[in-house]
């Protein structure tokens, strides 16, 4: 099976420019994306996808081995792009997709020229004096109740993700995305992402990266973004006068107007 199936690629935007790739996160697919890509059609060719196991992705794709870290959705996105036979692309990645990035640029580097991390995570547990923002039992327990009520978990988690209370639309999108998301997948690729500990590849990422972080966000709090902004080799730090951890739909005017900064400074422009 081609990865454009697998994955349910769709391409649009300016032919033959500059490809931005955008990566969804956890539970969510590439209509996550709706508010921010179109902003970039006129300038550059966008590539969407959702991973396996999300959106219109081919389900039996999905394997428990080869999704067993992350490496195996980084493959993919790689995969993607040596099919498209992208140069010089930029990856916009959120959350989880924002370290799967980080494994793509590793191993990929003549496919991507830069690198955009929304809300990133390297890891989610604290290990002083790192601060992930939870404690083990924390993650345990989060993983216990996603493992014995799914739909749930789904309701009562997406608000605290997505913040902004004062727009409970915002938390009902996410929790549909959630519930149309395979219970099964759902709950491997949240342990799989709630466990990883990825600040050693930090250090491997050799072209220019931004880090979006918004001002109060539950899951991924200040200090991450910083320290991964600090780890980077060649990175700059944009906080975000927003809050919750999805500012693409809470706060897409900045989330764009972030990339379009970066996309311009000379050194991301460099081919």
Not at 58 to 77: E, H, T
Not at 118 to 138: I, K, Q, W
Request: proline share 6%.
């Amino acid at each position: 099976m081609d990865a454009r199936t697998r994955n349910r690629v769709t391409v649009s935007g300016r032919a033959g420019a500059r490809a931005l790739m955008f990566a969804h996160g956890f539970g969510c697919d590439q209509n996550m994306w709706r508010l921010v890509a179109p902003a970039f059609a006129d300038e550059h060719e966008l590539v969407l996808f959702d991973h396996v196991g999300a959106g219109g992705s081919d389900l039996s794709a999905w394997d428990r081995d080869r999704y067993a870290s992350l490496d195996g959705y980084a493959q993919d996105v790689v995969q993607i792009a040596e099919e498209l036979d992208l140069t010089d692309a930029v990856l916009v990645g959120h959350s989880v997709s924002a370290i799967i990035g980080v494994l793509v640029a590793a191993r990929a580097s003549e496919r991507f020229g830069g690198l955009v991390l929304v809300s990133p995570s390297p890891r989610y547990t604290d290990d002083p004096p790192y601060r992930g923002g939870f404690s083990e039992a924390d993650i345990e327990e989060l993983l216990e109740s996603l493992d014995s009520n799914y739909l749930g978990w789904s309701g009562a988690m997406a608000p605290v993700i997505m913040g902004n209370p004062e727009r409970p639309e915002l938390a009902d999108e996410l929790t549909n995305s959630f519930c149309r998301t395979d219970p099964e997948i759902a709950r491997h690729f949240a342990r799989v992402t709630f466990t990883s500990d990825n600040r050693a590849d930090l250090a491997r990422v050799t072209i220019p990266s931004l880090v979006l972080q918004c001002r109060h966000d539950a899951i991924a709090p200040v200090e991450v973004g910083s320290y991964v902004h600090d780890a980077l080799p060649d990175s700059r730090l944009v906080m975000l006068e927003a809050t919750g951890h999805c500012p693409q739909l809470s706060a897409p005017d900045q989330v764009v107007t972030a990339i379009r900064e970066f996309l311009a400074s000379p050194r991301s422009a460099e081919p």
